[in-house]
């Protein structure tokens, strides 16, 4: 408790830092005024399910179409972690009324360095929850579960038990849903499934994205 404590007076001291730069100097200005752009043309309809995160949800830009019958608003940014999901969560959670929130972010968290932990992921994300519910107090929210690639290979261990954790604390958590999609991509002998990305062996290819439909439609809204 303490630490999580902790770790939310250190968040909000590095963004009162930051508050007097402009969202121009951050490493995602065209991808945040991008969305700011798209709402003042035609602001998102209430009653959507928001999807936020990092690249696996951006390069979903037909998630429209895998679940026809929902109204998705995709407000996911490539090369997002947790802590960018913080500091921007006034462009790309709070100005809308959605009716459920789907979050996919953790695995750059590891990348972005060696030195981050599993328990600072964790609090990363306990974090951003307690942020969404200090705003929506009863909107139900699913966090999709790091997901295994080829290329990821060595941070594989660090996903499986922040992916732990984090369902621990979900589990305790009304009108919250852990979506596990990791075992589904593995292979019998417990290897990645390569069929499933991209060249890149990180990114989802269609098939993969296939998927990802059948194991989250179920817990999606109506």
Same mark, same amino acid.
Not at 3 to 18: G, M
Not at 103 to 128: H, P, Q
Not at 151 to 171: D, G, M, V, Y
């Given at each position: 408790?303490k630490?999580?404590?902790?770790?939310?007076?250190?968040?909000?001291?590095?963004?009162?830092?930051?508050?007097?730069?402009?969202i121009?100097?951050?490493?995602?200005?065209?991808?945040?005024?991008?969305?700011?752009?798209?709402?003042?043309?035609?602001?998102?309809?209430?009653?959507?399910?928001?999807?936020?995160?990092?690249?696996?949800?951006?390069?979903?830009?037909?998630?429209?179409?895998?679940?026809?019958?929902?109204?998705?608003?995709?407000?996911?940014?490539?090369?997002?972690?947790?802590?960018?999901?913080?500091?921007?969560?006034?462009d790309?959670?709070?100005?809308?009324?959605?009716?459920?929130?789907?979050?996919?972010?953790?695995?750059?968290?590891?990348?972005?360095?060696?030195?981050?932990?599993?328990?600072?992921?964790?609090?990363?994300?306990?974090?951003?929850?307690?942020?969404?519910r200090?705003?929506?107090?009863t %909107?139900?929210? $699913?966090?999709?579960?790091?997901?295994? /690639?080829?290329?990821? +290979? !060595?941070? &594989?261990?660090?996903?499986?038990?922040?992916?732990?954790?984090?369902?621990?604390?979900?589990?305790?958590?009304?009108?919250?849903?852990?979506?596990? %999609?990791?075992? $589904?991509?593995?292979?019998?002998?417990? /290897?990645?499934?390569? +069929? !499933?990305? &991209?060249?890149?062996?990180?990114?989802?290819?269609?098939?993969?994205?296939?998927?990802?439909?059948?194991?989250?439609?179920?817990?999606?809204?109506?």
């Amino acid at each position: 408790m303490k630490r999580v404590v902790f770790s939310l007076v250190i968040l909000f001291a590095f963004e009162f830092l930051c508050a007097s730069h402009s969202i121009a100097q951050t490493a995602f200005s065209k991808e945040i005024q991008a969305f700011k752009h798209s709402d003042s043309l035609q602001f998102p309809a209430a009653g959507q399910i928001l999807f936020i995160g990092s690249s696996s949800f951006t390069n979903w830009k037909d998630v429209q179409e895998y679940f026809p019958g929902k109204r998705i608003l995709n407000r996911a940014f490539g090369g997002s972690a947790l802590t960018d999901l913080i500091t921007c969560r006034y462009d790309v959670i709070f100005p809308y009324q959605p009716k459920q929130i789907v979050i996919y972010c953790g695995e750059n968290d590891f990348a972005a360095s060696d030195t981050v932990t599993v328990d600072m992921v964790t609090d990363r994300f306990k974090t951003l929850y307690a942020l969404i519910r200090s705003k929506y107090k009863t %909107v139900p929210v $699913a966090y999709i579960s790091m997901k295994p /690639s080829p290329s990821r +290979e !060595l941070l &594989l261990q660090k996903f499986k038990e922040a992916n732990k954790q984090i369902h621990q604390f979900i589990k305790s958590k009304p009108n919250a849903v852990f979506i596990n %999609v990791y075992p $589904a991509m593995l292979n019998i002998d417990g /290897s990645v499934r390569a +069929e !499933l990305f &991209l060249e890149d062996q990180l990114h989802m290819n269609t098939k993969g994205y296939m998927l990802w439909k059948k194991i989250i439609q179920p817990y999606l809204l109506k």
